[in-house]
Each structure stands twice: as structure tokens, then as C-alpha cells.
Nanobody, 115 residues
Framework: QVQLVESGGGLVQAGGSLRLSCAAS????????MGWYRQAPGKQRELVAE???????NYANFVKGRFTISRDNAKKTVSLQMNSLTPDDTAVYYC?????????WGQGTLVTVSS
């Protein structure tokens, strides 16, 4: 059972930046993908960004050019640098890891962007 712990959420003004980090309890080297999802109030959880084992990335259209995902297998972490934040980015952000076809989720970290 892999444990994922997110950090870095908080309150920021529109146009500001935040960096989310997710630490895994076990080696992430064999993980197929790691990434970030978000869920805003009253909405379904949606993919924000993901990074594959050897570095291929995939971003949702609404964050392209603003967010950057990175992964450090040695440190067992995945991070999300979020720039040019808007109130529409307000949501709970969840770390995700896919290992051998099994999905693991963090508990979520709240990001609130004020106008």
C-alpha cells in the first residue's frame, strides 16, 4: 500500500503562484504514471497533469503554459508548479500514482485563489 502525502496548498491571489509537492512512502521508480487531479465544489474530479515513468508529460488544456509537473524518483516525489493562477483554479488537488494498474490517491490539499 503506497501512501501519498501532499503539501503546498493554500490561499493565493489571482496571478500568483503555488508549488504543490507529493511524497510517496515507497519507491516511485516502477510507477507507470504520477500526477495531479483536482476537484472543485460541485464538480467531478479532473486530470490536471501527469508524468510518465520516463518523463513524458500530459497536461489538461486549461493549464497548458501555466503549470509544470516534475518527478524525482530518487526522492519519491512529484511536484506541480502553478503560475498565473485564477479563481477557476480553486479546488482540492489530489496526488495520484498508478503502479502496476493500481491507483493510489493522496488525501488532497486545498488551493484557493482569490480575485
Amino acid at each position: 500500500q503506497v501512501q501519498l502525502v501532499e503539501s503546498g496548498g493554500g490561499l493565493v491571489q489571482a496571478g500568483g503562484s503555488l508549488r504543490l509537492s507529493c511524497a510517496a512512502s515507497e519507491s516511485t521508480f516502477s510507477s507507470n504514471s504520477m500526477g495531479w487531479y483536482r476537484q472543485a465544489p460541485g464538480k467531478q474530479r479532473e486530470l490536471v497533469a501527469e508524468i510518465q515513468r520516463f518523463g513524458t508529460t500530459n497536461y489538461a488544456n486549461f493549464v497548458k503554459g501555466r503549470f509544470t509537473i516534475s518527478r524525482d524518483n530518487a526522492k519519491k516525489t512529484v511536484s506541480l508548479q502553478m503560475n498565473s493562477l485564477t479563481p477557476d483554479d480553486t479546488a482540492v488537488y489530489y496526488c495520484h500514482l498508478d503502479r502496476f494498474g493500481i491507483d493510489y490517491w493522496g488525501q488532497g490539499t486545498l488551493v484557493t485563489v482569490s480575485s
